[in-house]
């Protein structure tokens, strides 16, 4: 079946400019989570979603970073007024049932803010 | 806050020779273990994982990992290199009590298998 996909690939904004990047993971999958990684370094968590629970907003940097997911479906990451330091690739990853479940990545968006 | 240690950034071996990366982490209680790969432009890819029993685990492509809960590590090894293992390799893990079910990674080995 589909892998978990991502879009765009690449993207290159301004500083100070809203990005919008989406998720699609494995149908069936129920958890999902979004994941940073900046030239040289390990990932970073951001955010999980688990069925309707609450997300687990505990690696957001800042409140210029929000995430929605609608059911079981695609998950959008919101960066509002970016800053260079967000420059990194994003990635997406799902999962069938914590907390023993393998996570599933994506391709990953590469986001660069100049 | 949990933490996971990978010594080795970069490791250049020749083909056939055998690898060894190392994987520490800072957590006391249940984890879950994994070590991920990313091939040169591919996706992050599950390579083995541990949740329980056995402490020996086998993974794809003929690595295996073993888990000594007594030194917090999870080291990975491949007895015998192939070219195509060039990638980097990614420790990753997840706190089982607590931590919610995010995965904690290590900053990654970029391993290079010269010809």
């Known amino acids: 079946g589909a892998g978990v996909s991502q879009s765009p690939s690449n993207k290159v904004t301004e500083k100070g400019k809203d990005v919008e990047l989406r998720c699609d993971p494995i149908?069936?999958?129920?958890?999902l989570y979004w994941y940073r990684q900046r030239l040289g370094q390990g990932l970073e968590f951001l955010i999980y979603?688990?069925?309707?629970?609450?997300?687990?907003k505990s690696g957001l940097p800042s409140d210029r970073f929000s995430a929605e997911r609608t059911g079981e479906s695609v998950s959008t990451l919101t960066i509002q007024r970016t800053q260079q330091e967000d420059s990194a690739v994003y990635l997406c990853a799902s999962s069938l049932v914590i907390p023993t479940d393998t996570q599933y990545f994506g391709p990953g968006t590469r986001l660069t803010v100049l | 806050a949990q933490s996971v240690s990978q010594h080795n950034h970069h490791v250049i071996l020749s083909e056939a020779a055998s690898l060894e990366l190392g994987c520490n982490y800072s957590y006391g209680g249940t984890v879950n273990l994994f070590w991920y790969v990313q091939y040169p432009g591919q996706h992050l890819q599950l390579l083995l994982k541990y949740f329980s029993g056995d402490p020996l685990v086998k993974g794809i492509k003929g690595f295996e990992a073993e888990f000594i809960k007594s030194k917090f590590s999870f080291n990975l090894r491949k007895p015998s290199v192939q070219w195509s293992d060039t990638a980097e390799y990614f420790c990753?893990?997840?706190?089982?009590?607590?931590?919610?079910?995010?995965?904690?990674f290590g900053t990654g080995t970029q391993l290079k298998v010269e010809l």
């Open positions: 990753a893990v997840n706190i089982l009590t607590g931590g919610g079910n995010k995965l904690t």
């Open positions: 149908s069936g999958h129920t958890a």
């Open positions: 979603f688990q069925g309707n629970s609450a997300p687990d």
